[in-house]
């Protein structure tokens, strides 16, 4: 009887300090990666328009903060020379030169293209972490990690419905 007691009063604790910790965050304040963009086409694009355009893994993804199944995409197995584009407006988001085996399932890169990206403080598994989507389009591509290799010891770590791959 007292383990569900203990089990709500850790998710009452875990559930504060996340919102303690999303106060002092200012989510609502774009960083300047993504004020290039403000006035972007894309930023008017209404999600029934979203939904006609992507592939239904792909809205999910870019629109809603979905995340796909890992080991599914087939960019894991993508070694050309390249760029990934965000699979929503076709910004350029990493090259492939940038890009690692994580062992993760989803394709990852150690950096992104410079002014690519925005990020954000994500909460939804209950602990923060770092969130980046398209700059322009403001479409969910992952989030970031520090346990990636050098030079950066960053981890991006993608959805590959979130990119597409343009051959060098």
């Known amino acids: 009887m007292t383990q ?8 009452l604790l875990l559930g504060g300090a996340a919102t ?3 106060a002092c965050s200012s989510p609502g304040q774009a960083d300047a990666s993504e004020a290039q963009y403000a006035n972007s086409p894309f ?5 029934a328009q979203w939904r006609q355009r992507l592939p ?6 870019l629109r809603h903060e979905g995340t796909e199944r890992p080991f599914t995409s ?23 030169r940038t890009k690692f085996d994580s062992g993760t399932g989803w394709p990852s890169f150690y ?3 410079d002014g690519a990206l925005g990020t954000k403080q994500d909460f939804a598994i209950g602990i923060p972490r770092t969130e980046y989507h398209c700059a322009r ?4 591509q992952g989030h970031v990690f ?11 770590c993608n959805n590959g419905v979130s990119l597409s791959f343009r051959p060098a």
Do not use: W
């Open 111 to 113: 950096a992104p293209i």
């Open 43 to 47: 930023r008017r694009v209404t999600d």
């Open 74 to 96: 087939p960019l894991n197995d993508e070694h050309r020379a390249g760029t990934f584009v965000c699979r929503g407006c076709e910004l350029p988001l990493f090259q492939s």
């Open 4 to 11: 569900p007691l203990i089990l709500s009063r850790r998710m």
């Open 20 to 22: 303690a910790l999303a």
């Open 56 to 61: 239904a893994a792909s809205y999910n993804v």
């Open 146 to 156: 520090d346990d990636g290799p050098r030079p950066t010891g960053k981890r991006y």
């Open 137 to 140: 389009c403001l479409g969910h």
